[in-house]
């Protein structure tokens, strides 16, 4: 049998197991999919049993996606840009890691018809998924990314892997087209970020990277104001599909039962 895991820390929250676990049964694979809590001291092991094909194949999440690369043999263009490493698998014995998120975000936007051809986006936040959400609004022909973070020097940091960012100071946000949410705000039901909505009459679109809760205030505040608005589990579908099409062949379906899966 199979193994596949999602390693992280924390990780008890993760539902890749399910989405994997009904695609893994719904092909007949013989196969598993598990979670598991790793530190950083465990990963040199973990790959180890990657090489030995103990374990057949890994979703990597927070706080381990650049952490895991010097484990790998070979990053793919995606990954190298993004210094981000979501999945990985074993190929002609050479332990490879590649990243799906971005394919997870550009296929979330473009399922609910937003083309960012030509606009100027703000993200919030400077987080582990940040890199894949700006390659794909670039690979889609986005005009501009601003970029807001409560410690400035992670956002500055970005500009060492993407250099036309600009960074703007929280209190000097105003006039976007599109806003992501990619900070932890909003996990809790109560958290809301501190910003004022008034401000931003002609943004058309609120993206919110969190999906569980289904509604955070940043989603509902955008709502209020009547403009489009979607939450993150379109891209956390899509990414776990490549990632199945990677390891098994298979484009897995997506349907309403398997989104269902992660109403919890
Ligand atoms: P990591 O930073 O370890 O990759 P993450 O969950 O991917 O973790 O990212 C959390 C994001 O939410 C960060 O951008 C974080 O800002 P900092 O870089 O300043 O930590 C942001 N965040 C979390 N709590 C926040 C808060 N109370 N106010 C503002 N930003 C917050």
Same mark, same amino acid.
């Given at each position: 049998?199979?193994?596949?895991?999602? &390693?992280?820390?924390?990780?008890?929250?993760?539902?890749?197991?399910?989405?994997?676990?009904?695609?893994?049964?719904?092909?007949?694979?013989?196969?598993?999919?598990?979670?598991?809590?790793?530190?950083?001291? /465990?990963?040199?092991?973990?790959?180890?049993?990657?090489?030995?094909?103990? &374990?057949?194949?890994?979703?990597?999440?927070?706080? *381990?996606?650049? /952490?895991? $690369?010097?484990?790998?043999? =070979?990053?793919? *263009?995606?990954?190298?840009?993004?210094?981000?490493?979501?999945?990985?698998?074993?190929?002609?014995?050479? &332990?490879?890691?590649?990243?799906?998120?971005?394919?997870?975000?550009?296929?979330?936007?473009?399922?609910?018809?937003?083309?960012?051809?030509?606009?100027?986006?703000?993200? #919030?936040?400077?987080?582990?998924?940040?890199?894949?959400? $700006?390659?794909?609004?670039?690979?889609?022909?986005?005009?501009?990314?601003?970029?807001?973070?409560?410690?400035?020097?992670?956002?500055?940091?970005?500009?060492?892997?993407?250099?036309? #960012?600009?960074?703007?100071?929280?209190?000097? &946000?105003?006039?976007? /087209?599109?806003?992501?949410?990619?900070?932890?705000?909003?996990?809790?039901?109560?958290?809301?970020?501190?910003?004022?909505?008034?401000?931003? =009459?002609?943004?058309?679109?609120?993206?919110?990277?969190?999906?569980?809760?289904?509604?955070?205030? *940043? $989603?509902?505040?955008?709502?209020?104001?009547?403009?489009?608005?979607?939450?993150?589990?379109?891209?956390?579908?899509?990414?776990?599909?490549?990632? *199945?099409?990677?390891?098994?062949? $298979?484009?897995?379906?997506?349907?309403? =039962?398997?989104?269902?899966?992660?109403?919890?």
């Amino acid at each position: 049998m199979k193994e596949y895991l999602v &390693i992280g820390n924390p990780i008890t929250h993760s539902l890749s197991p399910e989405l994997h676990n009904y695609w893994i049964k719904e092909n007949g694979i013989n196969g598993i999919y598990d979670k598991k809590k790793l530190n950083k001291n /465990d990963l040199k092991e973990f790959f180890l049993k990657i090489r030995n094909k103990e &374990i057949n194949g890994a979703n990597i999440t927070v706080p *381990f996606k650049k /952490d895991v $690369i010097p484990y790998l043999d =070979q990053l793919s *263009f995606e990954s190298e840009k993004t210094q981000s490493v979501n999945t990985v698998y074993l190929k002609n014995d050479k &332990i490879i890691g590649h990243n799906t998120d971005i394919d997870g975000f550009e296929l979330a936007i473009k399922d609910v018809n937003y083309d960012v051809k030509g606009k100027k986006v703000l993200i #919030l936040g400077a987080g582990g998924v940040v890199p894949s959400v $700006i390659l794909a609004l670039y690979k889609m022909g986005v005009l501009s990314i601003s970029i807001s973070n409560r410690t400035k020097t992670k956002a500055e940091n970005l500009k060492n892997l993407f250099k036309d #960012l600009e960074v703007v100071d929280w209190n000097e &946000i105003s006039n976007f /087209d599109m806003i992501i949410n990619a900070t932890s705000i909003g996990l809790k039901k109560e958290d809301r970020l501190n910003l004022d909505f008034s401000k931003f =009459q002609n943004c058309e679109f609120f993206y919110d990277v969190i999906y569980n809760p289904k509604e955070t205030n *940043f $989603i509902k505040d955008g709502k209020n104001l009547g403009k489009k608005t979607e939450n993150g589990k379109k891209m956390f579908i899509y990414q776990a599909a490549k990632a *199945f099409k990677i390891w098994h062949g $298979i484009e897995p379906k997506i349907n309403e =039962q398997v989104i269902g899966l992660l109403d919890k």
